[in-house]
């Protein structure tokens, strides 16, 4: 693996102020039963590595969505690099997406009808990106992530743990201020998971921040500075073992 990465640490907002604010926030979906989110408030420093645990049914999914701008609290606010995420239209919430969120997921979420490269290409084309400059960029994740031997095959032909390398790509593609995963080895065998693990790390060395939602209690440990417990719906642990790496890669 190269010792650059091709993520971009510098925070569109100084260190100070927190890339997530979350501020009370509530997400109730009807019914019966609790409020899958209930008053959380959550802030998140550029550069840090926060993981999030919890039972099944606590609330960490919900809480990733909510930051993708991919749901809406029923009440609170959730500000991101900025911008504030719970009341963008449908149209802002995907450009939000494009620019400030790579998000990888349990199951990788590929398109298996595209090559490798386009699926990494995707992202860039949405947000525009020239062409030529899209392509240099996909080739130098997919080599920075070991997997450049892959461009031109489809996903379905790749193990779990290239598939997410993949998917890590793509959600790094236009460079997002965030990267949020949930579960991301959650499909992985022991050693294909280690990867992922070693590779959030890295990325997190190198300055870029994440959000990481795991049941895998070493991965919540080994990637992050911090984690957060949740129990349903409500944060009932944070603890930071030590400070969020200061990045020091040079940048492509
Ligand atoms: N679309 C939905 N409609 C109704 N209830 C929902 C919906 N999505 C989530 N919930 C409920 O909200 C609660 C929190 O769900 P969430 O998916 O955030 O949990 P989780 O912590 O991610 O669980 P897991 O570890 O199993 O992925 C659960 O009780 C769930 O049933
Ligand atoms: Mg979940």
């Known amino acids: 693996m190269a010792t ?6 510098t925070p569109a907002v100084p260190p100070t102020t927190p890339i997530i604010d979350i501020h009370e ?25 926060v993981s999030v645990i919890g ?17 809406r609290p029923t009440s609170g606010g959730v500000t ?3 911008v504030r995420v719970d ?4 149209a802002g919430s995907a450009r939000y997406r494009r620019a400030k ?5 349990q199951f990788f979420n590929l398109l298996d009808d595209l090559t490798v490269a386009d699926n990494v290409l995707l992202p860039a084309q949405l947000a525009g990106m020239a062409k030529a400059e899209a392509r240099r960029r996909a080739a130098s994740l997919l080599e920075y992530l070991g997997i450049d031997r892959h461009s031109a095959a489809y996903p379905g032909r790749l193990s779990g743990g290239e598939r997410q390398r993949v998917a890590v790509a793509r959600a790094l593609m236009n460079r997002p201020p965030l ?36 049941h895998d209690l070493g991965l919540a440990e080994s990637c992050a ?26 940048r492509r």
Not at 87 to 90: M, P
């Open 25 to 49: 926030v509530s997400r109730a979906y009807g019914g019966e039963g609790p409020p899958a989110l209930d008053g959380v408030s959550l802030r998140v420093r550029a550069g840090e590595a």
């Open 225 to 250: 500075q911090r984690t957060v417990e949740l129990v349903d719906g409500r944060i009932v642990r944070d603890v930071v073992r030590a400070a969020a790496p200061r990045a020091t890669a040079v």
């Open 4 to 9: 650059t990465t091709p993520t971009d640490p």
């Open 80 to 82: 991101v690099d900025g």
């Open 179 to 214: 990267l949020l995963a949930d579960e991301p080895t959650g499909a992985l065998d022991t050693a294909s998971g280690e990867d992922v693990r070693e590779l959030l790390t890295e990325l997190n060395a190198d300055g870029q921040t994440i959000v990481l939602v795991t």
């Open 55 to 71: 039972p099944s049914g606590s609330g960490k999914s919900t809480l990733l969505n909510l930051i993708a701008g991919l749901d």
């Open 87 to 90: 009341t963008l239209s449908e």
């Open 101 to 105: 969120v790579g998000m990888v997921f």
